[in-house]
C-alpha cells in the first residue's frame, strides 16, 4: 500500500541523491552521452543538489517520502499558497515505474490537500514518460511551453525547454 510520509531532516541527503537518480534516468532514456552532457545542472546530474535542496527548503515547502509498504520509493515537494499548489518535484525510484506508485501517491497528495483547488507544475520536455503520466493518468493539461523564445517568467535561468500543466479540480458539492 503506497503512503506518503513528511521528509525527516536526516533523511534529505538520501532524498537528493534518490531524486537525482531518477531524473537522470529519465534522461539517460531520451539523450545519448553526449547530448545528456549539455543537460546538466551540475556536473554529471540533470538537476542539482542545490536545487533540489532549495526547493525542500522554500517557504511553504512540503516535503514526503513515497512508500510503497516499507519500502522508500520516491518523494514529492509541493508548495501551497491558498488554493494553488504548486507541484516542484515528484520522482518515483525507476525500478517501481509504471506500477501506479505515482497515481496512489498523487491521490495521497490531493487528499491530503483538498484546499488546494488548482494544482501546477512544469517538467523537461524531454520527459516524454512524465507527460503522459501528468496529461493521461492525473488529469493535468498543458497551459505554456517554455523556451529560448517564451521564457518562464518565475525562473532565473532557463536550462531545459519545459512544459507547464495545470490541473483544476472542482469543488465538491
Not at 554529471?44 to 520509493?73: L, M, P
Not at 491530503?112 to 501528468?134: A, G
Request: hydrophobic share 35%.
Amino acid at each position: 500500500m503506497v503512503h506518503l510520509e513528511l521528509l525527516k531532516p536526516c533523511d534529505e541527503a538520501q532524498f537528493i541523491k534518490d531524486n537525482q537518480y531518477a531524473f537522470k534516468y529519465g534522461a539517460a532514456q531520451y539523450y545519448n552521452e553526449q547530448e545528456m552532457e549539455t543537460q546538466y545542472e551540475e556536473e554529471g546530474e540533470i538537476i542539482a543538489k542545490e536545487t533540489i535542496y532549495n526547493s525542500i527548503h522554500h517557504e511553504g515547502a512540503i516535503a514526503y517520502r513515497i512508500y510503497d509498504e516499507k519500502q522508500i520509493v520516491g518523494g514529492i515537494v509541493i508548495n501551497i499558497q491558498g488554493e494553488q499548489g504548486e507541484l516542484e518535484l515528484f520522482f518515483v525510484n525507476p525500478d517501481h515505474h509504471s506500477s501506479g506508485i505515482g497515481q496512489a501517491a498523487w491521490k495521497e497528495i490531493e487528499r491530503t490537500h483538498p484546499e488546494v483547488r488548482i494544482w501546477v507544475m512544469v517538467t523537461p520536455c524531454f520527459e516524454k514518460c512524465n507527460t503522459h503520466f501528468y496529461v493521461n493518468k492525473l488529469g493535468f493539461h498543458f497551459v505554456a511551453y517554455y523556451n529560448e523564445h517564451n521564457k518562464d517568467p518565475e525562473v532565473e535561468k532557463d536550462l531545459f525547454e519545459m512544459f507547464k500543466f495545470q490541473k483544476i479540480i472542482a469543488k465538491q458539492a
